[in-house]
């Protein structure tokens, strides 16, 4: 289901026919293995993402699809693996073959303002196939290009960007290190700030390998009858979390767990409103897998400009039936601990299962995937126009799980009325939809199931 501010809303584009755009200079031609952490079967997936620009009327007017095709030219010179193709070796090990093919480009226009878009800009968006044309032959992973970017003008003289990226090759920092380089060439620069470091060695296996530790997020489970979530009649809704909803769920936990993030306490309320809404039996086993950046837990830290994946996936495990009868606090607290499980260390320790292990991919049955992108910095990619009026991904999903609805993201916007929140996209089927926004507003709301002026919750 669209957004209200989205029904009805049909729009042509018309494109030019994709090229690619290659590095400015000449490159070296070498190969570039990933890390062990990278070329995990989880990472091989394509990573879409919008960016929503207004026309700035202060300033020298300027094409932005040619500016920012030069641009990408001048920054691939320095990111030159992105222009390069994926091969893999014996063992499934993935390698940047850096042949400067380039990425490619879409030049695109649209009928529309941005203005019709609405005042607020979330996902699903609509039409969002033509804003980021699946260009046949080029979603594969290997022998593939590494990133597709349309510009599509609009008629108020605003534009749109869409990409999407290999999630093998960086993860959303590392992407973003990226555009914002992009961004400084589009500016006039004639180097990124921040010079691109490859070392993905430092996060390869070790010898000997050590695995001593379950890994329960990838674990094997032979019984697939338990997937709760069937594929017909899905829903799709983003929900928009006011700081006052954060503020109300952490007053109704016990003292000794109000200091939790609010990543956390969300995260505890929206697995316990969606295990409700599918109502899956009393005895299912339940999985709540958080994906939880390591990049600032390496000592020594990782050398400044690193833009390989960092993240990785820490699970919580419990049967719906005690989700059902526990308070908030118990998920929460389960949480908790999952997250904590992310450190350095247990990152090497899923770099030496991926080669152990032939790089298995984690276990989404059953389970709800999220991921905090609330300080990414998609906002922060100024190309000349100012910073987006959205940016971030365009629609949940981590590889074949975009399709189950099993997975969710989190991204700070801001309201109709340009209040700061996080807008979180859910998919689920039509009536379990239903079930879970009821769920979510009576939790916003507290123990007063009348007094709806509590909670800021809004379906958008």
Same mark, same amino acid.
């Not at 952490?37 to 040619?66: E, G, K, L």
């Not at 605003?158 to 500016?187: C, T, Y």
């Not at 971030?392 to 700061?420: T, W």
């Given at each position: 289901?669209?957004?209200?501010?989205?029904?009805?809303?049909?729009?042509?584009?018309?494109?030019?026919?994709?090229?690619?755009?290659?590095?400015? !200079?000449?490159?070296?031609?070498?190969?570039?293995?990933?890390?062990?952490?990278?070329?995990?079967?989880?990472?091989?997936?394509?990573?879409?993402?919008?960016?929503?620009?207004?026309?700035?009327?202060?300033?020298?007017?300027?094409? $932005?699809?040619?500016?920012?095709?030069?641009?990408?030219?001048?920054?691939?010179?320095?990111?030159?693996?992105?222009? =390069?193709?994926?091969?893999?070796?014996? %063992?499934?090990?993935?390698?940047?073959?850096?042949?400067?093919?380039?990425?490619?480009?879409?030049?695109?226009? @649209?009928?529309?303002?941005?203005?019709?878009?609405?005042?607020?800009?979330? #996902?699903?968006? $609509?039409?969002?196939?033509?804003?980021?044309?699946?260009?046949?032959?080029?979603?594969?992973?290997?022998?593939?290009?590494?990133?597709?970017?349309?510009?599509?003008?609009?008629?108020?003289?605003?534009?749109?960007?869409?990409?999407?990226?290999?999630?093998?090759?960086?993860?959303? $920092?590392?992407?973003?290190?990226?555009?914002? &380089?992009? %961004?400084?060439? &589009?500016?006039?620069?004639?180097?990124?700030?921040?010079?691109?470091?490859?070392?993905?060695?430092?996060?390869?296996?070790?010898? #000997?390998?050590?695995?001593?530790?379950? /890994?329960?997020?990838?674990?094997?489970? $032979?019984?697939?009858? +338990?997937?709760?979530?069937?594929?017909?009649?899905?829903?799709?809704?983003?929900?928009?979390?006011?700081?006052?909803?954060?503020?109300?769920?952490?007053?109704?936990?016990?003292? /000794?767990?109000?200091?939790?993030?609010?990543?956390?306490?969300?995260?505890?309320?929206?697995?316990?409103?969606?295990?409700?809404?599918?109502?899956?039996?009393?005895?299912?086993?339940?999985?709540?897998?958080?994906?939880?950046?390591?990049?600032?837990?390496?000592?020594?830290?990782?050398?400044? =400009?690193?833009?390989?994946?960092?993240?990785?996936?820490?699970?919580?495990?419990?049967?719906?039936? !005690?989700?059902?009868?526990?308070?908030?606090?118990?998920?929460?607290?389960?949480?908790?601990?999952?997250?904590?499980?992310?450190?350095? !260390?247990?990152?090497?320790?899923?770099?030496?299962?991926?080669? @152990?292990?032939?790089?298995? /991919?984690?276990?989404?049955?059953?389970?709800?995937?999220?991921?905090?992108?609330?300080?990414? +910095?998609?906002?922060?990619?100024?190309?000349?126009? =100012?910073?987006?009026?959205? +940016?971030?991904?365009? *629609?949940?999903?981590?590889?074949?799980?975009? &399709?189950?609805?099993?997975?969710?993201?989190?991204?700070?916007?801001?309201?109709? *009325?340009?209040?700061?929140?996080?807008?979180?996209?859910?998919?689920?089927?039509?009536?379990?939809?239903?079930?879970?926004?009821? !769920?979510?507003?009576?939790?916003?709301?507290?123990?007063?199931?009348?007094?709806?002026?509590?909670?800021?919750?809004?379906?958008?």
């Amino acid at each position: 289901m669209a957004p209200d501010n989205y029904d009805c809303l049909t729009f042509a584009v018309r494109r030019h026919d994709p090229m690619l755009i290659r590095p400015a !200079e000449s490159i070296p031609h070498e190969y570039k293995r990933l890390s062990d952490i990278d070329d995990q079967d989880t990472f091989r997936f394509q990573v879409p993402v919008i960016q929503f620009y207004a026309h700035d009327s202060s300033a020298v007017p300027r094409d $932005p699809a040619p500016v920012i095709r030069e641009a990408l030219a001048k920054a691939l010179v320095y990111y030159y693996p992105l222009a =390069g193709r994926l091969r893999e070796l014996p %063992g499934r090990k993935l390698v940047v073959d850096c042949t400067g093919e380039g990425v490619l480009f879409i030049e695109a226009d @649209a009928d529309i303002t941005l203005e019709q878009f609405g005042d607020a800009l979330q #996902p699903p968006f $609509p039409s969002f196939e033509e804003l980021l044309y699946d260009v046949p032959g080029s979603a594969g992973i290997v022998d593939s290009p590494l990133l597709l970017v349309q510009v599509t003008r609009l008629k108020c003289g605003g534009f749109i960007l869409a990409l999407r990226w290999n999630h093998a090759m960086s993860d959303a $920092p590392g992407m973003i290190q990226f555009m914002k &380089a992009v %961004g400084e060439m &589009a500016r006039g620069g004639a180097a990124p700030s921040v010079l691109p470091v490859w070392r993905r060695e430092l996060l390869e296996a070790r010898n #000997p390998l050590q695995v001593m530790y379950a /890994h329960r997020e990838y674990d094997e489970l $032979p019984d697939m009858k +338990g997937t709760v979530v069937p594929l017909d009649h899905m829903s799709q809704r983003s929900f928009f979390i006011c700081p006052s909803d954060i503020a109300s769920l952490r007053l109704s936990l016990p003292p /000794h767990l109000r200091g939790c993030s609010s990543f956390e306490i969300l995260t505890a309320c929206l697995w316990r409103c969606r295990t409700i809404a599918i109502s899956p039996a009393p005895d299912e086993e339940m999985r709540l897998i958080c994906i939880v950046s390591c990049r600032d837990k390496f000592n020594p830290p990782l050398p400044r =400009g690193f833009y390989g994946n960092t993240a990785v996936f820490t699970v919580a495990i419990t049967t719906a039936g !005690e989700l059902y009868a526990n308070s908030l606090g118990y998920t929460l607290e389960l949480i908790m601990k999952a997250k904590a499980c992310a450190t350095e !260390e247990y990152l090497r320790l899923v770099a030496d299962l991926m080669v @152990a292990r032939g790089r298995p /991919h984690i276990m989404a049955v059953r389970g709800f995937i999220v991921t905090d992108l609330t300080r990414a +910095g998609f906002v922060d990619v100024n190309l000349g126009w =100012g910073k987006p009026k959205y +940016g971030g991904l365009a *629609k949940g999903g981590i590889g074949a799980e975009l &399709a189950l609805g099993s997975s969710s993201f989190y991204m700070s916007v801001q309201d109709r *009325k340009g209040k700061g929140g996080i807008i979180v996209p859910i998919c689920l089927p039509a009536t379990a939809m239903i079930r879970f926004g009821c !769920e979510l507003e009576g939790a916003l709301r507290g123990s007063d199931p009348t007094n709806k002026s509590k909670s800021g919750l809004s379906s958008l």
